[in-house]
């Protein structure tokens, strides 16, 4: 990962990332209680406003989600005057499955690929789609997601050192055959893979671009209503069916994982403007 070299940015504190990360979350909530869009905090920034009313103590970044009518309609219309939105229906070459709703007064490089992708601190947003019911359709659905997941996988990974020989050999000689696939495609057909029953009635919804799990299925009834939770002295919507929504995907989700799992799984640097470098 490479620093901004025009000397107007400054690597943030672990304070100011989380500052910026709330007022991009604001930023989001008041566009969508105008707009009449449905959102709803998730995966480890639900837990953490349930469980700690707030981050999880050794978590470090914010997501939120949205049943994929709502999502489509906020990628398209969202509008701010220092908050962007890239996802792959309007940012062109963008590489992630999910949106990125960031500061764009700010730098965020993340450890994934040669050079990493920069985009500015913020959120995750993550699109909820239709499972259909059908075991069989279901079945497929995911099988051909588990390629495509895979083939995006090699072409987002580099050569590292704390990998052995053989698996760096394997990687390159994987990247070689898959020189001429472009990460971009690859993300636009799994996308088209997992809209495939946005029209059809279900009764589940999930991020499809999890590997599957039967407990990564979420009853759609969860997100019929939201209600407002405390997160860092604020307070934002959540499913009113989080508890099962929790349950399913973290089981006892109010007990404490072991100290040696209480550690953030995420790999960026953030990067702050310098104001003594603006004049």
């Known amino acids: 990962m490479n620093r901004p070299d025009n000397g107007l940015y400054r690597l943030a504190t672990r304070d100011e990332v989380k500052q910026c990360q709330m007022e991009v979350l604001g930023a989001v909530d008041e566009f969508c209680r105008k707009n009449g869009i449905k959102y709803f905090l998730y995966y480890g920034t639900l ?86 019911d059908n075991e069989k359709k279901k079945t497929k659905m995911y099988n051909a997601l588990r390629l495509w997941r895979l083939v995006r996988g090699i072409k987002c990974s580099s050569l590292r050192k704390k990998r052995s020989a053989v698996a760096n050999v394997v990687l390159a000689v994987a990247k070689c055959a898959l020189f ?14 997992a809209d495939k029953y946005k029209d059809e009635p279900s009764g589940g919804v999930a991020d499809m671009m999890l590997p599957y799990k039967e407990r990564s299925i979420v009853d759609k009834a969860f997100f019929d209503n939201v209600v ?13 069916g989080y508890d099962g929504i929790l349950g399913g995907i973290y089981g006892n989700y109010m007990e404490l994982p072991p100290e040696e799992k209480r550690v953030s799984p995420h790999l960026y640097d953030a990067y702050v403007k310098n104001k003594t470098k603006e004049g």
Do not use: C, Q
């Not at 001429?180 to 893979?193: E, L, T």
């Open 228 to 240: 407002d939770a405390e997160f860092e002295g604020r307070h934002f919507p959540i499913p009113a």
């Open 47 to 132: 837990l953490g406003a349930v469980r700690h009313k707030g981050y999880i103590p050794w978590d470090d970044d914010i997501d939120i989600a949205m049943l994929r009518e709502d999502y489509d309609r906020f990628v398209r219309e969202f509008s701010h005057d220092r908050v962007k939105v890239y996802d792959s229906a309007v940012t062109k070459d963008y590489p992630y499955t999910f949106a990125k709703v960031f500061d764009g007064d700010t730098v965020e490089i993340e450890a994934m690929g040669k050079d990493g992708y920069s985009y500015g601190i913020g959120l995750d947003l993550f699109p909820l789609e239709n499972v259909p």
């Open 180 to 193: 001429f696939v472009s990460p971009v495609k690859v993300v636009a057909r799994m996308k088209k893979i």
